[in-house]
């Protein structure tokens, strides 16, 4: 498997940090607020010293780009991007959906990546060429071809009315089997692993995606930004089915 000893530190990482966040989970929750106003709790930071370290301690060379802080310039054109818990707002009420992002980009492409979700007990994973796998076993996009059978997820309703098709999003949804929202890591992996069919993220940042991106090209979906790009660095994107991607297209696009 190509990136076969970067993906095991990268699992043995997040699963150190995982249990180490579980205990604060179980424990209780104190957060604090970010410049943003998002919130941020001492899991959070402690998770991403943790993984620092042991991602370190292998790939002294890689570089850094943490959502809590971490950033390091690498000398070998890779560099590991950390969300040591994705979804503090689930974290900090109860909600089993946060997520462990952990992915390797090197000459500006994933290659490897890793989503886990502690309290479910899943973890996600894929190598760039090596395919995408839950607990150790492959996953695959879903079959379905029309929207009339497919299950969309849409993630942070509240911030779709910044973009031109918010006000029209209600009555384009109604032709869907259905339509869901469980957590934007947790949507994505759906779509990955044959559960649902597309997945619209109107805000997110590198972290957000850097793993969900490639885990889900692995497993046959197809990633895009509203403008078309192909990014994690775009500030949004779509998650679909390759038969959904004209349809997705022309909706984000307008």
Same mark, same amino acid.
């Given at each position: ?15 150190? =940090? ?24 001492? =899991? ?14 292998? +790939? ?11 950033? *390091? ?41 890793? $989503?886990?979700?502690? =309290? ?32 969309? +997820? ?10 031109? +098709? ?38 997110? *940042? $590198? ?5 969900? *991106?490639?885990?889900?090209?692995? $497993? ?35």
């Amino acid at each position: 498997m190509p990136y076969e000893r970067e993906l095991e530190v990268a699992l043995a990482a997040i699963g150190t =940090a995982g249990e180490t966040a579980l205990t604060y989970w179980r424990t209780g929750i104190v957060a604090d607020s970010k410049a943003d106003l998002s919130p941020v709790t001492a =899991a959070d930071r402690h998770c991403e010293r943790l993984i620092v370290q042991m991602l370190l301690a292998e +790939f002294p060379e890689d570089g850094l780009l943490g959502e809590e802080g971490a950033d *390091k310039p690498g000398s070998v054109g890779r560099r590991w991007i950390i969300d040591p818990i994705d979804g503090t707002r689930d974290f900090m009420r109860d909600n089993r959906n946060w997520a462990m992002l952990l992915a390797l980009e090197e000459g500006g492409e994933v290659v490897v990546g890793v $989503a886990a979700f502690p =309290a479910l007990g899943e973890t996600y994973y894929a190598t760039k060429g090596g395919g995408a796998f839950r607990n150790g076993k492959p996953i695959r996009i879903s079959s379905f071809t029309r929207v009339e059978d497919s299950t969309i +997820f849409v993630n942070s309703l509240n911030c779709l009315h910044e973009f031109h +098709f918010g006000r029209t999003l209600i009555d384009w949804l109604r032709p869907f089997w259905s339509v869901r929202s469980f957590s934007g890591a947790l949507d994505a992996m759906c779509i990955a692993s044959g559960a649902g069919e597309a997945w619209i993220e109107p805000t997110c *940042k $590198a972290w957000d995606l850097a793993p969900l *991106k490639l885990i889900a090209e692995e $497993a046959g979906a197809r990633f895009f930004n509203f403008d078309g790009g192909n990014s994690i660095y775009g500030g949004n994107c779509v998650i679909c089915v390759p038969a959904l991607e004209t349809t997705m297209r022309r909706f984000v696009a307008g």
